[in-house]
């Protein structure tokens, strides 16, 4: 097979699975357009947002301090906060991509990487290759952006009942993505587990109430997949380049 | 240029930062059994931190809003795609609001 077969088949291979990514986005993409807009922002305020930021729960957060009028710093600090967790998810990637792949190469697929096209990209058996990212990346891409746009442009003809409804969207696509492996996997139902009841402690416990949620994340996080890692560490790998 | 603007661009910038610098610096490999197990649990870890209990509070109500998360988890345990999850609990929320 030739070079540029290659790279045409892991684009198509990648965009495949990227698919129920895209159609899963559009709903809770609808919701982010309706909120924004919702608050006062211009339609295409909202779409250029989807575009440039291509996050959940980070870009929710910053347009609803927007909305507020609140100050640049804080701004940008809540976003931050919650976007740590790509930092973890970058560095989990960085070892299971193709070793070939360049610099600028990550400046650009990089950008793509969201909680769900990480979670498919971290499932693949063998290195990951640039054109696969890309195609991965793309629908995703275009799905949250498309359905910023719906939501946005439609948001003063639906009702309320409705709009109400697709704010359990972006929680319900998280749930699709960890509920699987969870069911295969003891130590990642266990590790959700952990996850789960130490946010929970760390948001009604009054004693911890100086702790944003954003940070509550963060802190959840690491000391769930710390212990997680610590009880059941993880012997094999998957070094075969797995030709499909 | 406008607030919304400036603000959106900031929001963007500390969106692509944490998910380059990552994979742009760090490229040797991580022999440590322990931080490779650690990054594999992570995206498992995040996202049930931020999925719980925050959904409960995401419809305005929290009876439609457990009816659509016992839903969720149901078509998920059925491995079902992120498309029909997310249309399934929010038909769910929807359906259930009508009567609670």
Not at chain 1, 46 to 55: E, G, M, P, R, Y
Not at chain 1, 65 to 74: K, S, T
Not at chain 2, 47 to 60: E, M, R, V, Y
Request: proline share 5%; aromatic share 12%; with cysteine.
């Amino acid at each position: 097979m030739n070079k540029s077969q290659t790279k045409i088949n892991d684009f198509v291979y990648g965009f495949k699975k990227g698919t129920p990514i895209l159609l899963g986005y559009i709903p809770v993409a609808f919701t982010f357009g309706l909120m924004a807009v919702g608050g006062g922002l211009h339609p295409l305020m909202a779409v250029f947002i989807s575009l440039t930021n291509l996050t959940s729960a980070g870009q929710f957060a910053g347009t609803n301090l927007i909305i507020q009028g609140a100050g640049y710093l804080e701004i940008a600090l809540t976003t931050f906060v919650i976007n740590i967790r790509y930092m973890l998810m970058s560095l989990s990637l960085s070892q299971k991509i193709d070793p070939k792949i360049t610099l600028w190469q990550c400046l650009v697929f990089g950008f793509g990487i969201t909680d769900e096209t990480f979670s498919v990209a971290s499932m693949e058996k063998g290195r990951l290759s640039y054109f696969y990212m890309l195609g991965l990346i793309a629908g995703p891409i275009f799905g949250w952006s498309f359905g910023t746009a719906l939501g946005a442009f439609t948001s003063s003809a639906l009702p309320e009942s409705l709009s109400n409804a697709m704010g359990i969207a972006l929680f319900a696509m998280f749930i699709a993505i960890i509920v699987p492996p969870a069911k295969k996997s003891r130590p990642v139902l266990m590790i959700v587990l952990i996850s789960v009841a130490i946010n929970l402690a760390l948001k009604y416990i009054p004693l911890f109430s100086f702790i944003s949620s954003g940070f509550a994340i963060i802190i959840s996080t690491v000391l769930g997949a710390g212990i997680g890692a610590a009880i059941w560490p993880i012997k094999e790998e998957n070094p075969v380049l797995k030709e499909e | 240029m406008p607030y919304a603007l400036i603000a959106a661009l900031l929001m963007a910038l500390v969106t692509y930062l944490p998910r380059v610098l990552p994979i742009a610096v760090f490229r040797k490999e991580i022999k440590s059994t322990y931080i490779k197990s650690f990054l594999r649990y992570v995206p498992y870890a995040v996202l049930g931190a931020l999925t719980f209990p925050d959904i409960f509070s995401s419809t305005n109500n929290y009876g439609t809003a457990i009816c659509g998360t016992v839903v969720a988890l149901i078509l998920a345990y059925m491995e079902k795609s992120l498309f029909i999850v997310a249309l399934g609990a929010i038909l769910t929320v929807y359906v259930t609001g009508l009567f609670l």
